[in-house]
């Protein structure tokens, strides 16, 4: 089964071929293809996180989701991720008295293979998006985003749309 989902990338000034890896040491699932469930997250993103030059490019795909970590609508598989990313935190505070900081849990799952088994992480996190708290002190609508390792469940790659930053 296969979902469509939103890259966001700053204007390179030449179309991709495929989404850009993120090796930022505070991307919240590491090393991996970012995707947005929701275009006007997609656009949202593109309009507040990727103004260096400007512009931005919304490029959409379909992605297979069959081998996809759902910590968003499958219950069992959110609360396994929960003890995984604890049972993380919790060793790093015994050895550091500290914890951890994005980059030290993902270097963390990498060493322990804890991600080699599944192809992504599908996953919700806290929205500044104004579209998602048309009720006044509540947002109601997930935003969600896909964490994908393997680039070999992308189908379709293409350019959806480009935008100016405000």
């Not at 997250?41 to 030059?53: E, L, M, R, S």
């Not at 910590?71 to 060793?91: G, H, N, P, S």
């Amino acid at each position: 089964m296969s979902n469509k989902f939103y890259h966001t990338q700053e204007n390179r000034f030449e179309e991709l071929n495929e989404p850009i890896i993120c090796k930022k040491n505070n991307a919240w699932l590491g090393e991996a293809f970012y995707f947005w469930e929701e275009e006007s997250d997609a656009d949202f993103w593109g309009n507040t996180h990727k103004k260096k030059t400007g512009k931005y490019e919304i490029y959409s795909s379909e992605i297979s989701i069959d081998n996809i970590l759902d910590t968003v609508f499958d219950r069992k598989q959110y609360l396994w991720w929960i003890k995984q990313v604890e049972k993380a935190a919790k060793t790093f505070m015994k050895k550091t008295n500290s914890k951890p900081t994005l980059k030290e849990i993902n270097d963390y799952f990498v060493d322990k293979n804890i991600w080699t088994k599944i192809d992504g992480i599908l996953f919700q996190d806290i929205s500044q998006n104004p579209v998602h708290f048309m009720v006044k002190e509540f947002q109601y609508k997930k935003r969600i985003q896909l964490a994908l390792y393997n680039k070999e469940k992308i189908i379709n790659f293409a350019l959806h749309s480009t935008g100016e930053c405000v």
